[in-house]
């Protein structure tokens, strides 16, 4: 691997099929990082338990989680690729910051707000204290860079106070200042069913999201029945102001096909949803049909799987172990 000045983390979470959002706000746009950073992407496993997971689903959406990654073109021999759960020091360094963040700081997460709902009472420890987790996978590598949606940027600041008060309080210069890369059009994909929710891997309704997975018949159901108005299309965005779906879909065309929504807006200005949608799937289905194909052939190769993941696992380990020693010192355990 060469070595790079900025090295850069992020992960998914095998809670689900890897969405159109996932791809577009995340996995695609790290890609090319592989070339220009030391890249370290990761199966966030223990994030996932956050929210009930069955034991064999969990394990199968691992798998799925890396292949699909692979499919999307993150290269193990360019990048580290591993679940969570195989480098211990993720959770060792979570509890030294679930001691470190306070839990104003965590009330004010709007993450944890929308995915505990009404509930919250009966919302797992863990989903709370799911951004002192993440800031551990971020600093255990001291990642200068991480690439995010935008959902996920409230998360990040988060793990910048966490790192900027260890090293106030322990008077040190330890963790970097971590900063956010966020990428251009279509980072924050809306569900096909409501155009301010988010679409998610686990939201229950199956055609609120097109998965990686999905074929090119089911790509094109969802689309045809995606929500939108009955409105025309406007020349300009700001006649979609207050339409919260057709925006969302002229942003998903707009990032598929590498232009900016002004000029798919213009493109289709006056005309209504059916031609539109009738393209948007084809495009769906020309940008995704190559990474589902990709990701079938390697669900089928479950040891070529497994040995990326522990590959990728001992490397994280032999980068992660020697700063988790150092922050042990730091803080105080003794290990005699
Ligand atoms: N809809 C989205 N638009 C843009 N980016 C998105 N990401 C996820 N959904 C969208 C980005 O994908 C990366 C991995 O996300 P994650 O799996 O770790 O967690 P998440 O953001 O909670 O994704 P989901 O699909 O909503 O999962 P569930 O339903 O389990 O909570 C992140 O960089 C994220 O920003």
């Given at each position: 691997m060469t070595s790079f000045k900025q090295r850069v983390f992020s992960g998914v979470q095998p809670s689900g099929n890897l969405t159109l959002g996932n791809y577009l706000g995340a996995i695609r746009n790290w890609v090319g990082l592989q070339d220009t950073h030391e890249t370290i992407f990761c199966v966030v496993d223990l994030h996932a338990i956050t929210?009930?997971?069955?034991?064999?689903?969990?394990?199968?959406?691992?798998?799925?989680?890396?292949?699909?990654?692979?499919?999307?073109?993150?290269?193990?021999?360019?990048?580290?690729?591993?679940?969570?759960?195989?480098?211990?020091?993720?959770?060792?360094?979570?509890?030294?910051?679930?001691?470190?963040?306070?839990?104003?700081?965590?009330?004010?997460?709007?993450?944890?707000?929308?995915?505990?709902?009404?509930?919250?009472?009966?919302?797992?420890?863990?989903?709370?204290?799911?951004?002192?987790?993440?800031?551990?996978?971020?600093?255990?590598?001291?990642?200068?860079?991480?690439?995010?949606?935008?959902?996920?940027?409230?998360?990040?600041?988060?793990?910048?106070?966490?790192?900027?008060?260890?090293?106030?309080?322990?008077?040190?210069?330890?963790?970097?200042?971590?900063?956010?890369?966020?990428?251009?059009?279509?980072?924050?994909?809306?569900?096909?069913?409501?155009?301010?929710a988010k679409m998610s891997k686990s939201d229950p309704s199956e055609n609120s999201r097109i998965n990686l997975t999905d074929d090119r018949d089911v790509i094109a159901k969802k689309i045809r029945k995606a929500r939108t108005d009955s409105e025309p299309l406007p020349e300009t965005l700001e006649g979609l102001e207050g339409r919260a779906e057709a925006r969302n879909l002229m942003n998903i065309f707009a990032a598929l096909s590498d232009q900016t929504a002004a000029t798919i807006c213009q493109q289709y200005a006056g005309q209504g949803f059916a031609e539109f949608k009738s393209d948007l799937a084809d495009l769906s289905v020309e940008v995704l049909g190559p990474i589902t194909d990709e990701m079938r052939r390697l669900m089928g190769d479950k040891a070529y799987l497994d040995s990326v993941l522990r590959e990728g696992a001992s490397k994280a380990d032999a980068i992660a172990r020697p700063i988790l020693k150092e922050i042990y010192d730091i803080v105080g355990f003794l290990r005699p």
């Amino acid at each position: 691997m060469t070595s790079f000045k900025q090295r850069v983390f992020s992960g998914v979470q095998p809670s689900g099929n890897l969405t159109l959002g996932n791809y577009l706000g995340a996995i695609r746009n790290w890609v090319g990082l592989q070339d220009t950073h030391e890249t370290i992407f990761c199966v966030v496993d223990l994030h996932a338990i956050t929210t009930w997971q069955d034991p064999n689903t969990l394990r199968d959406a691992t798998r799925e989680v890396a292949a699909g990654m692979i499919a999307c073109g993150i290269d193990p021999k360019k990048s580290i690729l591993f679940n969570q759960s195989q480098v211990s020091a993720h959770a060792e360094l979570a509890w030294i910051f679930n001691c470190v963040a306070r839990m104003g700081w965590l009330n004010r997460m709007t993450q944890f707000k929308e995915k505990a709902g009404k509930n919250s009472e009966r919302a797992s420890v863990g989903l709370y204290v799911y951004p002192d987790l993440m800031a551990a996978d971020i600093l255990l590598y001291k990642a200068t860079h991480v690439p995010v949606g935008a959902d996920q940027k409230q998360h990040l600041e988060l793990t910048r106070d966490i790192a900027q008060k260890f090293n106030n309080d322990y008077k040190v210069d330890f963790f970097p200042s971590v900063e956010p890369l966020i990428f251009g059009e279509g980072t924050r994909v809306m569900s096909l069913r409501d155009g301010n929710a988010k679409m998610s891997k686990s939201d229950p309704s199956e055609n609120s999201r097109i998965n990686l997975t999905d074929d090119r018949d089911v790509i094109a159901k969802k689309i045809r029945k995606a929500r939108t108005d009955s409105e025309p299309l406007p020349e300009t965005l700001e006649g979609l102001e207050g339409r919260a779906e057709a925006r969302n879909l002229m942003n998903i065309f707009a990032a598929l096909s590498d232009q900016t929504a002004a000029t798919i807006c213009q493109q289709y200005a006056g005309q209504g949803f059916a031609e539109f949608k009738s393209d948007l799937a084809d495009l769906s289905v020309e940008v995704l049909g190559p990474i589902t194909d990709e990701m079938r052939r390697l669900m089928g190769d479950k040891a070529y799987l497994d040995s990326v993941l522990r590959e990728g696992a001992s490397k994280a380990d032999a980068i992660a172990r020697p700063i988790l020693k150092e922050i042990y010192d730091i803080v105080g355990f003794l290990r005699p």
